[in-house]
């Protein structure tokens, strides 16, 4: 059973920056695969960005892509998703989840099966 909390959430102008942070406990963290979803208010909850491979391969969002950046690292049993050139449209909350690496999951939600509670990304205009 792993355990994931984030953190690093907050308020933020247009064009800021954001880290979050995403802590395992409970588990081997280096056989799990990575991967960040977000919920804004009103709508599903929806695809970020990825990892598998202990950050070999790393995926995203159209909507992020060359401005969030995934990493990790083993040792710290820690994901961070850092976050440039914010705009309100990433307003949400962000939750981490954890996947079976050996299964290499992909951006759907139930190639996930423990998440975090979540941390709030508002970014004003």
């Known amino acids: 059973q792993v355990q994931l909390v984030e953190s690093g959430g907050g308020l933020v102008q247009t064009g800021g920056s954001l880290r979050l942070s995403c802590a395992a406990s409970g588990g081997t963290f280096s056989a799990y695969a990575m991967a960040w979803f977000r919920q804004a208010p009103g709508k599903e909850r929806e695809f970020v960005s990825r990892?598998?491979?202990?950050?070999?391969?790393?995926d995203y969002a159209d909507s992020v892509k060359g401005r969030f950046t995934i990493s990790r690292d083993n040792s710290k049993n820690t994901v961070w998703l850092q976050m440039n050139s914010l705009k309100p449209e990433d307003t949400a909350v962000y939750y981490c989840?954890?996947?079976?690496?050996?299964?290499?999951?992909?951006?759907?939600?139930?190639?996930?099966?423990?998440w975090g509670q979540g941390t709030q990304v508002t970014v004003s205009s």
């Open positions: 990892e598998v491979w202990s950050g070999r391969f790393t």
């Open positions: 989840a954890a996947g079976a690496g050996f299964r290499q999951p992909g951006r759907g939600q139930k190639d996930y099966a423990y």
